[in-house]
């Protein structure tokens, strides 16, 4: 089992609130980490028909079989078992009693918020990072294999080809939480519009040019949208607000968590295809954004991150509030760095003035090191970016 780095955060934070809720995307190592947690503790999977019956038919009943506490797997599945829960550990009084997984933000964050609320703490698991990968010693040699294979634990620990599993996880996972969610009746249309958002990741998402494409409303595109996101798959980074007398975008830009399955819904199978491919640089983007993530979410943060864009179409690819300071993040997806790759953070660094934090430039080699002032950081390090 590859570590992870969200363990300690759950310990600590198991000290101090009586519930602890891991959620993500299916299939990112909610219930191994679970377990391992509470190794010694008793286990549920709310998926189990049987175990979802007999919480239904008689949740008093079905929790009194936890009397030190555990493991409540794919709880959203039970949502009705929420309120019993809340009733348990409010008599109860002692903190560390439940982990509670999950794989949808709709069905289970609009239970706990009405029933949970102060009683549980989150911790959002993504798929592996780069630095839990490493310290396994099971990190890909060179970035376009990390960007095909991406980091869900599945690829790690079994031989199995990643268009093979991606092709099973999509037809598995995805197709089913969208059926439970909206009741998807046009399948194939959905299949496209999830393609159609692979082809734009890293970029502005023009909701209405998305729809026009796949032959949908643009309410249909936004509610799509709505549910990859529920689903983990995709995540909106907004503008920033700072404008310096300038007019900016108002447009998110979107990204998928894993550029694993990016490449697999953009037919891109092999690391020559990526290689060569129109949208690496974009795939690229989107792997160190997600990489920024998940150095935050692991230790149960959430970075203050955007972007910054205005009408001219000058901009910064990441920007991260430290303060009062604002740290702009270049993206880079080559190996090698010419002058004209740190022209965009030396144009930002005299707009923003003192409002500046050390500029960071990422790319796709493997050295790290200072430059005039801006820090480099290789593809390696790109989880660094917050330390």
């Given amino acids: 089992m590859i570590k ?19 959620t993500g995307p299916r299939q990112s190592g909610k219930t191994t980490l ?66 509670l997984t999950g794989s949808q933000q709709f069905g289970l964050l609009a239970g706990i918020t009405q029933s949970l609320a102060g009683r549980t ?25 990390m960007l095909l294979t991406g980091g869900y634990p599945p690829l790690y620990d079994r031989k199995v080809p990643p268009a093979a599993w991606f092709a099973a996880y999509v037809t598995a996972y995805v197709e089913r939480d969208v059926r439970q969610l909206l009741k998807v009746l046009e399948l194939e249309t959905f299949q496209r519009f999830v393609r159609l958002c692979a082809g734009r990741t890293g970029q502005l998402l023009n909701l209405s040019t998305l729809a026009a494409e796949c032959g949908i409303t643009h309410n249909t595109a936004k509610s799509w949208i709505s549910v990859l996101e529920a689903s983990y798959l995709v995540f909106l980074l907004r503008p920033h607000h700072v404008n310096f007398n300038k007019r900016l975008v108002k447009m998110p830009k979107l990204y998928f968590y894993d550029t694993g399955l990016v490449a697999w819904l953009l037919g891109i199978r092999t690391t020559e295809q990526l290689a060569t491919h129109p949208l690496r640089g974009s795939i690229f983007e989107t792997f160190v954004v997600a990489e920024v993530l998940k150095s935050q979410l692991n230790h149960g943060e959430r970075p203050q991150i955007a972007f910054w864009r ?75 970016v917050l330390k």
């Fill in 4 to 22: 992870r780095d969200s363990e300690a955060t759950i310990l600590a934070l198991l000290q101090g609130f009586p519930i602890v809720t891991v």
């Fill in 34 to 99: 679970a377990k391992s947690v509470f190794s010694n503790r008793a286990y549920v999977s709310l998926e189990d028909p049987d175990q979802r019956l007999a919480a239904l038919d008689d949740p008093r009943s079905f929790l009194e079989r936890f009397p030190d506490g555990g493991v409540l797997d794919e709880v959203q599945r039970c949502p009705e078992l929420l309120s019993y829960l809340q009733t348990l550990v409010d008599r109860d009084g002692r903190m560390g009693r439940f982990i």
């Fill in 121 to 145: 703490a989150f911790v959002e698991l993504l798929p592996f990072s780069v630095a839990e990968l490493a310290q396994a010693r099971k990190l890909p040699a060179d970035s376009d294999t």
């Fill in 310 to 384: 205005d009408s001219n179409g000058n901009e910064v690819d990441l920007l991260v509030e430290v303060g009062q300071q604002l740290v702009p993040v270049e993206i880079k997806s080559g190996k090698t760095l010419v002058r004209d790759s740190y022209a965009g953070l030396e144009k930002w660094r005299t707009l923003a003035g003192e409002q500046c934090g050390e500029p960071i430039l990422v790319y796709g080699g493997s050295d790290s090191y200072r430059h005039q002032g801006i820090r480099v950081l290789g593809w390696r390090d790109c989880g660094q």
